[in-house]
Nanobody, 121 residues
Framework: QVRLVESGGGLVQAGESLRLSCEAS????????MGWYRQGLGNQRELVAD???????NYADSVKGRFTISRDDAKNTVYLQMNDLKPEDTAVYYC???????????????WGRGIQVTVSS
């Protein structure tokens, strides 16, 4: 079993910063892609940013230049530094990872429970 636990969310004012963390634990042999998705009220879940084990990174256009994703493979942890937050960034943020539990196993998607980020204007 694999568990992803997010932390660092909260309520901030527009222009302020937050740093999200997500630690994966359990039976883990390897983690390929780690990333963050978000879902605002009435919206579909969307990719915010992800980072592959090899280092390639993707960002949603709406967060480029403001958010930075990073990972620490020794800690099985992914981070999302969010600067210059805007009210439209308000959403539940979900951690995502593609995990293999043994050398011969296929990677499967694992999700955190989500953490609320609220940005007031």
């Amino acid at each position: 079993q694999v568990r992803l636990v997010e932390s660092g969310g909260g309520l901030v004012q527009a222009g302020e910063s937050l740093r999200l963390s997500c630690e994966a634990s359990g039976t883990i042999f390897s983690i390929n892609t780690m990333g963050w998705y978000r879902q605002g009220l009435g919206n579909q879940r969307e990719l915010v940013a992800d980072v592959a084990r090899a280092g390639s990174i993707n960002y949603a256009d709406s967060v480029k230049g403001r958010f930075t994703i990073s990972r620490d493979d020794a800690k099985n942890t992914v981070y999302l530094q969010m600067n210059d937050l805007k009210p439209e960034d308000t959403a539940v943020y979900y951690c995502h990872a593609r995990v293999a539990q043994s050398p011969m196993a296929q990677y499967f998607a694992s999700w955190g429970r989500g953490i609320q980020v609220t940005v007031s204007s």
